[in-house]
C-alpha cells in the first residue's frame, strides 16, 4: 500500500521525483491551479504557457510531464487536468481532485515518491486528494513476476510461480510508493482525521479489489471466509462461519442450491462490528459467487471469463464492514457475505427443480445463472431476524442492469422511496455513479410458478427490476431495504481512468461506508 503524509514543505525542496501540480481548462488556454504558486513562479509565472506550447489544454484526467526548473530537488513536474475551472467564489469539486490525484498516481508508476501540490481548500479537499492517489496507485501484480507469490489465504493453499517477467521488470512497474500531500495541516485535526478516513477506506477498498481479481482457483468460498476471519479478528469484528453441514441444518436452500454443483461447498459468513454508542443498526449483504459458469444453463463462450468479480457486491460488503470498524463508528453494522461457487455437475441444481428456501418459500429454478438472487434470498431473511434499522445488499447481479446503465453506473432499488434516494445522494457525493430504478409492480406477475411459491425467472424486458422484485419478496415486514446493482461498474474491461483501474474496481464499498457515517451522525433519522 502507498504510504501517504500531510506536508508543509515547500515544492522546491522536497527531495522526490516528481512534483503534482493542478492544471485548468481556462476560456483562453490552460491555467495553474492554486497549490501550484510555487511552482509556476519558478518557471518565470510561464508553467500554463509551457505546458500549452507541449499540448496540454488542462482537460480531466490529462498528463504532461516536463523537467523541473532550476533549484527544485524533484526532477520532474506533472501537471495534471481537472477540467474546467470553476466559477467564480466556487472551489474544486472533491471528485475532480480525487480524479486528478487518481490519473498522477498511475502515471507514476514505478516512481518511490511524489509531492501532491494540487488545491486543497479544507480538509475535505485534502481527504479527497488523498483517497484519490491511494486509489489510483492501486496495481495488483501478486502473480506477475519470478518466484512465488502469496494466496489469498497465506497457508490454505501453495503459492503459485508466475513465470515471464524478471524482478527488475516487476519492481520498475512497482505502484507509486509515497505521497507527500503538499499543503496539508498535519497538526490540524480536521485534516489528520480527513487523511486517516482516506487511508482506512482505501486500504480496505483495495483489499476488495485484491479478492476480485484473485483467480478463482485461490479464491473459493472456503477461501474467501478464511480472509474475512483473519481481518475480523486483526480488528475485533465479531465472525460466524456457517459451513455446509451448518447450512443444511439451518435449512438455507438457496445457498446449498447454488453451491451443491461444486466440489468447493458454500459459506455463509456473517460480520458483526458493534459500537456501544449505536443508536442504530445497518445490515449489509452481499452476493459471493467465487465464481460463476452458469450451471446447468451454462454461460456461453465469451462470458465466463472474467466471472470471477462475481463475488464483487460480498467483497464490497466486507470492506464496508472493516473499514467502519477501524473508524470506530457509532452504528452497528452487521455483513452477511453468501458464498458458493456455480458450476455444473452430476450433483448441479437443475433448471425445474424446486429449492426450499430459509424463510420456507420455495422458489422453481429455471434459469441456473439466475443463482445471485437465490444466495442473497437466504441472507435476506436471516439478516431480517435482527431486525436491523435498514438492509442494503450489493450485487453483480443482472445483465440487465448494465444495458440499462452502462459499465459505470450501478442501479438503486428499494422498498422505501426516501432511502433509494438517500442512497443515491450518498454514492453521488463518494463519487460512485449511480441511479435510481423502479420496482413495477406489474412485473411481479411473470414470476408467477404453478410448482413453486415463486420462480427465480420473470420477464426478459427489464429483468434487472424483475431481481430486484424476487429479493423484496424475502426482505422481513416492516423492513427499509435498497438493492445495489453493481454489474457494470463492479468489473472495468476498458482502459483506466481517474483513481478507477482495469480489472476489480471496489464498487459499492464508499457508498457503503458514508452511509454507515450518515447513519451513526443521524442524517438518516
Known amino acids: 500500500m502507498t504510504a501517504l503524509t500531510l506536508s508543509t514543505a515547500a515544492a522546491s525542496g522536497l527531495r522526490a521525483d516528481a512534483i503534482v501540480v493542478g492544471v485548468a481548462k481556462g476560456a483562453k488556454g490552460p491555467v495553474v491551479a492554486p497549490g501550484a504558486e510555487s511552482v509556476d513562479k519558478a518557471y518565470d509565472g510561464k508553467l500554463a504557457s509551457v505546458l500549452e506550447t507541449l499540448g496540454a489544454s488542462g482537460g480531466e484526467g490529462e498528463v504532461t510531464k516536463l523537467p523541473a526548473p532550476s533549484g527544485f530537488k524533484a526532477p520532474v513536474v506533472l501537471a495534471v487536468g481537472l477540467g474546467a475551472v470553476p466559477e467564480k ?9 480525487r480524479r486528478a490525484a487518481g490519473a498522477a498516481a498511475r502515471a507514476l508508476t514505478g516512481t518511490k515518491k511524489a509531492g501532491f501540490a494540487l488545491p486543497v481548500e479544507d480538509a475535505g479537499h485534502a481527504g479527497a486528494i488523498a483517497e484519490g492517489a491511494l ?35 516487476k519492481a520498475a512497474k512497482a505502484p507509486l510508493a509515497d505521497v507527500a500531500l503538499l499543503g496539508g495541516k498535519p497538526r490540524d485535526k480536521a485534516y489528520k482525521a480527513a487523511v486517516e478516513r482516506a487511508i482506512a477506506v482505501s486500504e480496505e477498498l483495495n483489499r476488495a479489489r485484491d479478492l476480485i481479481n484473485t483467480p478463482p482457483n485461490d479464491l473459493d468460498p472456503e477461501a474467501f471466509a478464511a480472509v474475512a476471519t483473519a481481518a ?4 475485533g469484528v465479531k465472525i460466524q462461519v456457517l459451513d455446509e453441514k451448518a447450512l443444511a441444518k439451518g435449512g438455507f436452500g438457496g445457498i446449498l442450491g447454488v453451491g451443491v454443483g461444486s466440489d468447493a461447498p458454500p459459506r455463509l459468513v456473517k460480520l458483526s462490528y458493534t459500537s456501544a454508542k449505536a443508536k442504530k443498526h445497518l445490515a449489509y449483504i452481499g452476493k459471493g459467487i467465487t465464481y460463476d459458469s452458469g450451471g446447468i444453463s451454462l454461460k456461453p463462450a465469451g462470458h ?35 458464498l458458493a461457487e456455480n458450476m455444473p455437475s452430476g450433483s448441479a441444481t437443475r433448471p425445474g427443480d424446486v429449492l426450499r428456501m430459509y424463510s420456507g418459500k420455495t422458489v422453481e429454478v ?31 447481479l443482472t445483465g440487465a442492469m448494465m444495458m440499462a446503465l ?6 438503486i432499488l428499494a ?5 433509494r434516494t438517500s442512497i443515491h445522494e450518498i454514492a453521488e457525493e463518494v463519487g460512485e455513479p449511480s441511479w ?13 410458478s404453478p410448482t413453486a411459491d415463486i420462480a427465480n425467472m420473470g420477464e426478459r424486458m427489464g429483468g434487472g427490476l424483475v431481481a430486484g422484485l424476487f429479493l423484496k419478496e424475502f426482505v422481513g415486514e416492516g423492513i427499509t431495504w435498497a438493492h445495489l446493482d453493481i454489474a457494470g461498474p463492479a468489473y472495468n474491461e476498458a482502459a483506466p481512468f481517474g483513481y478507477t483501474p482495469k480489472g476489480g474496481t471496489g464498487s459499492a464499498v464508499r457508498t457503503l461506508v458514508r452511509l454507515a457515517e450518515r447513519t451513526a451522525a443521524g442524517d438518516l433519522g
Not at 309 to 338: H, K, Q
Not at 415 to 419: E, H, K, L, T, V
Request: some cysteine.
Open 89 to 97: 467564489d466556487a472551489t474544486y469539486d472533491p471528485e475532480v481532485l
Open 232 to 235: 475480523a479478528k486483526e480488528h
Open 406 to 411: 452502462g459499465g459505470r453506473t450501478f442501479g
Open 415 to 419: 422498498n422505501d422511496d426516501a432511502f
Open 436 to 448: 435510481p430504478m423502479p420496482m413495477p409492480e406489474h412485473l411481479r406477475k411473470g414470476m408467477d
Open 366 to 396: 429455471l434459469n441456473t445463472d439466475a443463482e445471485g438472487r437465490l444466495v442473497l434470498a437466504d441472507a435476506l431473511a436471516k439478516a431480517s431476524e435482527d431486525k436491523p434499522d435498514a438492509i442494503v445488499d450489493v450485487a453483480t
Open 304 to 338: 465466463n471469463e472474467t466471472m470471477k468479480c462475481d463475488m464483487s457486491g460480498a467483497a464490497a460488503v466486507f470492506a464496508a464492514v472493516i473499514a467502519a470498524a477501524r473508524l470506530g463508528l457509532e452504528v452497528n453494522v452487521t455483513g452477511w457475505l453468501a
Open 135 to 169: 486509489l489510483g496507485a492501486y496495481s495488483f501484480d501478486a502473480y506477475k513476476g519470478n518466484g512465488e507469490t502469496a494466496t489469498t489465504d497465506g497457508n490454505a493453499k501453495a503459492a503459485k510461480t508466475a513465470k515471464g517477467k524478471g524482478k527488475d521488470e
